[in-house]
């Protein structure tokens, strides 16, 4: 089994590149690392690649890229995925900070782009835009999220954080609780992309910064209990939702095996579970219950526990979404 460590970036498919690369440069505050005739790297300020643009007749994120242990040998490393019987595929130049990775796809057809050695580009001195810290986390939709769930965790060495009844897991690799995010629905597509702000008062200068550009919220500021980071959402001029937050869960200790205790959270400890049904997508804000205690919370473990039949409320609310798509793109 891989053991990832953190993901590096998510490749974007797009018809306008060079509009896409305007929003991200300017609104998200990446700099771009490199450029070639139709591909761009994006990097944070501080160096960490974080999206790869590229020219595309559709809206999609076909490739996501996971480092491994810095030193780890890629042949021995391919060979344990042939054990499994998962060919790879050896490649060079992903980009500049990644000269080397091998490629497979998981079950749902993203590729995957395992690297175990990654150079920092140059930082870039000029503030502009919400200049996040890091690409904090990618939501695709796809049909089996409980497959995808186990390969994940089977094969890349991922943990489940939570889930949402069994139809929305959340999955991490490192402290973060969670850096892949699977919603079950019939298309495999993008949910939403994530960018990891400093904190709260970055939260609001993005806010600020949005609406200057004339971007509107779509969601939020919210507190999710999920998670319990702190987010905002707007949709880029592809139509991609896009996240950013703070303040998300943080699980330092394995062994021990709950999340760090905070004020805001519903159980203590607070531990990896499968979340009710009716538990509202956030704490406070749009869409949280308004004042009214959530309802008492599961107790079952998130790891041991089989994902629920959904409840009867909740099918007829996944019927709506299907009739009004853009509805249920919300909920977490
Ligand atoms: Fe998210």
Redesign the pocket.
Known sequence: MLQIKRAGHSTLTTPDIERMIDYFTRIVGLSVAAREKSRAILATKSGLEAIVLERGSAVEAPRLSFQIAPGSDLGEVAAGLKKAGIASERRTDITPGIGEALTFKDPKGTTLEIYSDFAFSPEDPNFTGVMPLKF????YQCPDVQGVVKFYCDTLGFRVSDWRSDFFAFLRCSRDH?TV?FLRNEQVAI????FEVRDWSDIKRACDLLARNSIKLTWGPIR?II?H?I?I?HKNPDGVTI?F?CDMDQMFDEELGFFEPRPWHQDRPQRPKVWGDDTPSNWWGPMSHHGTPAPKPAIESAVTAQPRAPAHASARRRDAQKKSPSKGKRR?
């Open positions: 904090g986390h990618i939501a969670h995010n949910h939403h992309v994530a999710h998670g980071n987010a959402y996240e937050f977490r």
